[in-house]
């Protein structure tokens, strides 16, 4: 069952980008990589999916080395309303695993 | 247009009572998911049904924890003699498939939840 570990929580400032970044263990060769944001009362959403390299939507950056043991996920200048829980995952869907997660704080 | 809805929104129940939990997905999702999460914790994987295959149950805690799915609508997650244990948020989730090609999947759409509290 493919697991992933990332900090329980991080502050940031608004304006700042902020980094997060999720070990794989168990990631499957075939296993894309997925982070969600989830705010308080409401259910997770999708961000961002990718295989390997780097990802960019209008929302964030993911980056993905070559071992694909790990990935990051970057918010360019966040704002106070980026506060909220992101979640990376690994694996199939039938193995779902989201995680504790990370909380994100962005204070003024 | 509609997302994926749940209902209730909140139930209250006592413990050794019977709930039931509905969630429509997605018009034309064929994949169904739901999700378990406690105050302050992750989502924890319950059930995910694919088309007309057989359901995942792997995630299920225990017997008391059941849910069908007709065809591609409606889901119904039923807890048995609740617990106080049983008490969280259930969320729902649908997409527009599971596994395919390099075993990615499709972005989930995740529903309001349903907030379990047990007496």
């Known amino acids: 069952l493919a697991k992933t570990t990332q900090p329980i929580s991080m502050d940031s400032y608004e304006g700042q980008e902020v980094n997060i970044t999720c070990s794989h263990n168990?990631?499957?060769?075939?296993?894309?990589i997925t982070w969600y944001q989830q705010f308080p009362s409401q259910g997770p959403r999708f961000i961002i999916q990718g295989y390997k390299t780097k990802v960019t939507n209008e929302v964030a950056s993911l980056f993905i080395p070559a071992d694909r043991k790990s990935s990051t996920l970057s918010l360019p200048r966040v704002s106070l309303s980026d506060t909220a829980v992101y979640y990376c995952?690994?694996?199939?869907?039938?193995?779902?695993?989201f995680g504790s997660g990370t909380q994100l704080t962005v204070l003024p | 247009g509609a997302g994926v809805s749940q209902s209730p929104s909140n139930k209250v129940t006592e413990k050794g009572k019977d709930v039931e939990l509905r969630c429509d997905p997605i018009s034309g999702h064929t994949a169904l998911y739901w999700y378990r999460q406690r105050l302050g914790q992750g989502l924890e994987f319950l059930i995910y049904?694919?088309?007309?295959?057989?359901?995942?149950k792997s995630g299920l805690p225990s017997d008391r924890f059941s849910a069908e799915r007709t065809g591609e609508s409606v889901s119904t997650l039923t807890i048995q003699r609740t617990q106080q244990e049983d008490s969280a948020v259930y969320l729902c989730?649908?997409?527009?498939?599971?596994?395919?090609?390099?075993?990615?999947?499709?972005?989930?759409?995740f529903g309001p939840g349903t907030r379990l509290t047990v007496l």
């Open positions: 049904f694919q088309g007309n295959s057989a359901p995942d």
């Open positions: 168990n990631i499957a060769t075939n296993d894309y």
């Open positions: 995952l690994s694996g199939s869907a039938r193995q779902l695993t």
């Open positions: 989730a649908s997409s527009s498939g599971g596994l395919a090609g390099r075993r990615s999947y499709n972005e989930q759409f």
